[in-house]
C-alpha cells in the first residue's frame, strides 16, 4: 500500500539504483554487494592489522628496544575492552540505520524539510547519547574490565579501554555520518571516508605503538585520532562544504515525537540485534574465565575472532544486498524474484565460505604465526591453531542464517531477523558454551566447538523459517492469479 512517504513506481524506475534492484535477481545481488564488501573490508582489515601491531608483528622494523606492553597479554587487555567497543559500534549503527531509514523514506516522498529535520534529529540523538556512554564506560572502566576476569593484564586492558572510551563520541558520528550519506545515495563517499580512516589506522598504529613505545594504550591513541580525523572530514563535508542533499539548520531546533518515532522504530531493533552479539562475546569470555583458560584463553578468542570476521565478510556484503533486492521485490510484489535472489545469495554465500573454510584450515599455522612472533605470543599458537580449525567449520552453514536474517529485513519482518540473531548468540551460543565447558568439563575447546554448534543450528532453523515465509509470498502469489482466472 502506498503511503505519503512513498515515491510513486515511475519515479522509482527513472534512477538506476532502483533498476538494478527490480531486474534481473541474481545480478542485483551481486552488483550491490560487490561494493558493500570493497567498504566493508577495508575496517574488517584494519582490525586484523591492529591485531598484528598488537601482538609485536613487525616491531623490529620500528625500534631494536622491546616494548612492553605487547604480545599475548596485549591481545588479551584489547579482549577485555572489546565487548564494550562492539557495544558502542551496535548502539551507534543502529542509531545510523533508524536514521538513515527515515532520510531515505522522506527523500523518496520529496520532503527535503522532513529529510533535513530527521538528519538534524539523529545528529543530535548521536551526541546525546556518545557523551552519557562515554562518560559511565570512562568513569566505571577499571570496575568494568576487573569484573569480567582482567588480572594481571588489568592495567593493560583499563588503560587501553579509558582511552577509547573518551573517545566514543567520535565513533558514534562517523558511523552516524557513514549513515546519513549512504541514505541520500552518497555511498562511495561513506566508502571513500571508511577506506581513509582504515588506512591512516593502520598507519598510526606502528609510529604510536613501537616509535613513541607506548605499546598497547598507542593502538588505543592510534584508533581515537584516526576516527577523529574522520570525523572532521565528515564534518566538513555535512556541515561546512554542504553539497550533501540534507542541510543541518540547528536554530529553534525542539524534538518532534513522530520524527524520534520513526528513527527508533528501526534502529532499536537493529541496536538490539547487534548488542546480542557483543553481549555474547561478553560472557564468552567470562566463561573461558571459568574454564581457567584465562588471559592467554581470551587472547586466542580475541585473535582469533578477527579471522573469523575476515572470513565472513563476503557474507555481510551478501547480506546488505539481500535487505535491499528482497525489499523492492517484495515491495513490487514480484515474489518469484524475492525467492531467486534469496536462494542465490544462499547458495554463493555457502560456496564462498566452503572455500574459505578450506583455505583457513589448511593455511591456520601459518595464520597463527602471524600473531604470536613474541615470546609470550609462541604461548597461544597451538591454541589459536586449533581455534581457527574448528571455528572455521560454521562458515558455509552460516550463509543460510545471515542471508535468511536480512531477507526477514527485507520483507519488513524485522522482529523475526532479531529472533533468528537472539536464538543463534544468546541462547545457543551462551548455552552450548557452558554445557560443553562446563558440564561436559571439554574446557575452552568445548567452547570452541559451542560456537560452531550453535551457529549451525542457528542458520539451519533460520533459514527454514525464512524459506517458509517466502513460501506463503508465493502461495499468495498463486492463489491471486487463481483468482483473477476465475474472474476472468
Same mark, same amino acid.
Given at each position: 500500500?502506498?503511503?505519503?512517504?512513498?515515491?510513486?513506481?515511475?519515479?522509482?524506475?527513472?534512477t538506476k539504483?532502483?533498476?538494478?534492484?527490480?531486474?534481473?535477481?541474481?545480478?542485483?545481488?551481486?552488483? =550491490?554487494?560487490?561494493?558493500?564488501?570493497?567498504?566493508?573490508?577495508?575496517?574488517?582489515?584494519?582490525?586484523?592489522?591492529? #591485531?598484528?601491531?598488537?601482538?609485536?608483528?613487525?616491531?623490529?622494523?620500528?625500534?631494536?628496544?622491546?616494548? !612492553?606492553?605487547?604480545?599475548?597479554?596485549? *591481545?588479551?587487555?584489547? $579482549?577485555?575492552?572489546?565487548?564494550?567497543?562492539?557495544?558502542?559500534?551496535?548502539?551507534?549503527?543502529?542509531?545510523?540505520?533508524?536514521?538513515?531509514?527515515?532520510?531515505?523514506?522522506?527523500?523518496?516522498?520529496?520532503?527535503?524539510?522532513?529529510?533535513?529535520?530527521?538528519?538534524?534529529h539523529?545528529?543530535?540523538?548521536?551526541?546525546?547519547?556518545?557523551?552519557?556512554?562515554? =562518560?559511565?564506560?570512562?568513569?566505571?572502566s577499571?570496575?568494568?574490565?576487573?569484573?569480567?576476569?582482567?588480572?594481571?593484564?588489568?592495567d593493560?586492558?583499563?588503560?587501553?579501554?579509558?582511552?577509547?572510551?573518551?573517545?566514543?563520541?567520535?565513533?558514534?558520528?562517523s558511523?552516524?555520518?557513514?549513515?546519513?550519506?549512504?541514505?541520500?545515495?552518497?555511498?562511495?563517499?561513506?566508502?571513500?571516508?571508511?577506506?581513509? $580512516?582504515?588506512?591512516?589506522?593502520?598507519?598510526?598504529? !606502528?609510529?604510536?605503538?613501537?616509535?613513541?613505545?607506548l605499546?598497547?594504550?598507542?593502538a588505543?591513541?592510534?584508533?581515537?585520532?584516526?576516527?577523529?580525523?574522520?570525523?572532521?572530514? *565528515?564534518?566538513?563535508?555535512?556541515f561546512?562544504?554542504?553539497?550533501?542533499?540534507?542541510?543541518?539548520?540547528?536554530?529553534?531546533?525542539?524534538?518532534?515525537?513522530?520524527?524520534?518515532?520513526?528513527?527508533?522504530?528501526?534502529?532499536?531493533?537493529?541496536?538490539?540485534?547487534?548488542?546480542?552479539?557483543?553481549?555474547?562475546?561478553?560472557?564468552?569470555?567470562?566463561?573461558?574465565?571459568?574454564?581457567?583458560?584465562?588471559?592467554?584463553?581470551?587472547?586466542?578468542?580475541?585473535?582469533?575472532?578477527?579471522?573469523?570476521?575476515?572470513?565472513?565478510? !563476503?557474507? =555481510?556484503?551478501?547480506?546488505?544486498?539481500?535487505?535491499?533486492?528482497? $525489499?523492492?521485490?517484495?515491495?513490487?510484489?514480484?515474489?518469484?524474484?524475492?525467492?531467486?535472489?534469496?536462494?542465490?545469495?544462499?547458495?554463493?554465500?555457502?560456496?564462498?565460505?566452503?572455500?574459505?573454510?578450506?583455505?583457513?584450515? *589448511?593455511?591456520?599455522?601459518?595464520?597463527?604465526?602471524?600473531?604470536?612472533?613474541?615470546?609470550?605470543?609462541?604461548?597461544? *599458537?597451538?591454541?589459536?591453531?586449533?581455534?581457527?580449525?574448528?571455528?572455521?567449520?560454521?562458515y558455509?552453514?552460516? #550463509?543460510?542464517?545471515?542471508?535468511?536474517?536480512?531477507?526477514?529485513?527485507?520483507?519488513?519482518?524485522?522482529?523475526?531477523?532479531?529472533? #533468528?540473531?537472539?536464538?543463534?548468540?544468546?541462547?545457543?551460543t551462551?548455552?552450548?558454551?557452558?554445557?560443553?565447558?562446563?558440564?561436559?568439563?571439554?574446557?575452552?575447546?568445548?567452547?570452541?566447538?559451542?560456537?560452531?554448534?550453535?551457529?549451525?543450528? $542457528?542458520?539451519?532453523?533460520?533459514?527454514?523459517?525464512?524459506?517458509?515465509?517466502?513460501?506463503?509470498?508465493?502461495?499468495?502469489?498463486?492463489?491471486?492469479?487463481?483468482?483473477?482466472?476465475?474472474?476472468?
Amino acid at each position: 500500500m502506498k503511503t505519503d512517504e512513498t515515491p510513486s513506481t515511475e519515479q522509482h524506475k527513472k534512477t538506476k539504483g532502483v533498476e538494478t534492484l527490480l531486474g534481473e535477481p541474481k545480478k542485483a545481488i551481486i552488483s =550491490l554487494a560487490i561494493p558493500m564488501i570493497i567498504a566493508m573490508s577495508s575496517h574488517t582489515i584494519y582490525n586484523l592489522v591492529d #591485531a598484528l601491531w598488537v601482538s609485536g608483528f613487525g616491531m623490529g622494523l620500528f625500534t631494536t628496544q622491546a616494548i !612492553p606492553d605487547v604480545g599475548a597479554d596485549a *591481545l588479551a587487555a584489547v $579482549g577485555f575492552v572489546l565487548p564494550f567497543y562492539m557495544m558502542v559500534i551496535a548502539l551507534s549503527t543502529g542509531i545510523g540505520i533508524g536514521g538513515g531509514a527515515a532520510i531515505s523514506r522522506r527523500i523518496g516522498a520529496k520532503d527535503k524539510q522532513g529529510a533535513d529535520n530527521t538528519a538534524i534529529h539523529t545528529v543530535v540523538i548521536t551526541m546525546i547519547f556518545s557523551i552519557i556512554l562515554s =562518560l559511565i564506560l570512562y568513569v566505571f572502566s577499571d570496575t568494568i574490565l576487573t569484573s569480567i576476569g582482567a588480572d594481571t593484564t588489568a592495567d593493560m586492558a583499563i588503560s587501553y579501554g579509558r582511552i577509547i572510551f573518551a573517545g566514543v563520541i567520535f565513533i558514534f558520528f562517523s558511523q552516524v555520518a557513514f549513515a546519513i550519506l549512504r541514505a541520500e545515495g552518497d555511498a562511495k563517499r561513506a566508502m571513500y571516508a571508511m577506506m581513509f $580512516g582504515s588506512v591512516l589506522n593502520i598507519i598510526l598504529d !606502528p609510529v604510536f605503538i613501537f616509535t613513541f613505545r607506548l605499546g598497547v594504550s598507542g593502538a588505543a591513541y592510534a584508533t581515537i585520532l584516526s576516527m577523529s580525523i574522520t570525523s572532521m572530514v *565528515l564534518f566538513y563535508w555535512l556541515f561546512l562544504k554542504k553539497d550533501t542533499y540534507v542541510t543541518f539548520q540547528f536554530k529553534d531546533f525542539s524534538f518532534k515525537k513522530s520524527i524520534l518515532n520513526d528513527i527508533f522504530k528501526v534502529g532499536l531493533p537493529a541496536s538490539v540485534q547487534q548488542l546480542s552479539m557483543s553481549f555474547t562475546m561478553l560472557i564468552i569470555i567470562v566463561i573461558i574465565g571459568i574454564t581457567s583458560g584465562g588471559e592467554a584463553g581470551v587472547a586466542v578468542y580475541n585473535t582469533g575472532w578477527r579471522v573469523v570476521m575476515i572470513a565472513v565478510l !563476503p557474507l =555481510l556484503g551478501l547480506a546488505t544486498a539481500v535487505t535491499s533486492v528482497t $525489499g523492492a521485490t517484495y515491495g513490487a510484489q514480484t515474489y518469484k524474484k524475492l525467492n531467486t535472489a534469496f536462494l542465490y545469495a544462499s547458495r554463493t554465500g555457502f560456496l564462498i565460505e566452503l572455500v574459505l573454510a578450506a583455505i583457513i584450515f *589448511l593455511l591456520a599455522p601459518y595464520i597463527a604465526a602471524l600473531f604470536t612472533t613474541t615470546q609470550n605470543g609462541f604461548d597461544i *599458537l597451538e591454541d589459536l591453531i586449533l581455534f581457527l580449525r574448528i571455528t572455521c567449520l560454521f562458515y558455509p552453514g552460516a #550463509a543460510f542464517g545471515i542471508i535468511s536474517s536480512s531477507m526477514f529485513q527485507g520483507i519488513g519482518k524485522g522482529v523475526n531477523a532479531l529472533i #533468528a540473531t537472539l536464538l543463534r548468540t544468546l541462547l545457543l551460543t551462551v548455552f552450548l558454551a557452558i554445557f560443553f565447558s562446563l558440564i561436559l568439563d571439554y574446557g575452552i575447546t568445548g567452547i570452541w566447538w559451542a560456537i560452531v554448534i550453535a551457529n549451525l543450528i $542457528g542458520s539451519v532453523i533460520s533459514f527454514g523459517w525464512g524459506k517458509l515465509e517466502v513460501n506463503k509470498l508465493l502461495k499468495r502469489t498463486a492463489t491471486s492469479h487463481e483468482q483473477d482466472a476465475v474472474e476472468g
